[in-house]
C-alpha cells in the first residue's frame, strides 16, 4: 500500500472551484467569515455629463443600505433578511439570496460628490453622479433622499 499524506488547503486556494461547486450545486456563493454573502446585479455606464449606476436590491430596507465614495470607487452594502422565519424548510428551489452583500464599482470617470443623487424605488437603487473636471481625493458617506425630501 502507497503512504498516505494530509493534503493542507485553506478554502481560499480554490475559490473558483469552490463557487462553482456551490453556486451549481447548491444555487449560493461560498461566504467565507468576513465576507459578504451575495452580491446584486447592477448597470454601471456614463453619459457625456454624468455616471450612472443602478443597483437591483428588491427586497432590501433601505435603512440598510450604506454607501461611500472615495476618489472614482463607489460601495455599496447592507443586508436582504430572510423574509419570514419557516420551520422545518424543505427547500425544491433556492434563488433567492439572503444575508450581506458589498459591492465596489470603479467608477469611468471622476464625479463630484456634492452632486451624487439617490433614489429608491420599487427595489431598484438609481445613482446620479456628476462628472468633474478636476481629481480630489475625497470620502463622503451618502444618504438615500425619501419621495418627499
Not at 29 to 51: H, I, M, N, Y
Not at 53 to 75: A, C, P, W
Not at 126 to 141: D, N, P
Amino acid at each position: 500500500m502507497g503512504e498516505s499524506r494530509l493534503l493542507e488547503c485553506s478554502p481560499t486556494d480554490n475559490r473558483d472551484e469552490l463557487d462553482f461547486i456551490f453556486s451549481n450545486y447548491f444555487n449560493r456563493k461560498l461566504s467565507l467569515p468576513g465576507q459578504a454573502g451575495w452580491k446584486p446585479a447592477a448597470d454601471l455606464f456614463d453619459t457625456p455629463d454624468e455616471v450612472v449606476l443602478v443597483v437591483d436590491l428588491s427586497g432590501v430596507n433601505r435603512d440598510s443600505i450604506k454607501m461611500t465614495l472615495e476618489q472614482n470607487e463607489f460601495k455599496i452594502r447592507g443586508v436582504r433578511e430572510d423574509i419570514e422565519d419557516f420551520h422545518g424548510r424543505n427547500y425544491h428551489l433556492m434563488e433567492i439570496n439572503y444575508g450581506p452583500f458589498e459591492r465596489t464599482f470603479e467608477l469611468p470617470a471622476r464625479v463630484d460628490g456634492d452632486t451624487v443623487r439617490v433614489t429608491y424605488q420599487e427595489g431598484i437603487l438609481l445613482i446620479r453622479m456628476k462628472k468633474k473636471s478636476m481629481e480630489q481625493a475625497s470620502t463622503i458617506q451618502i444618504q438615500i433622499r425619501g419621495e418627499h425630501d
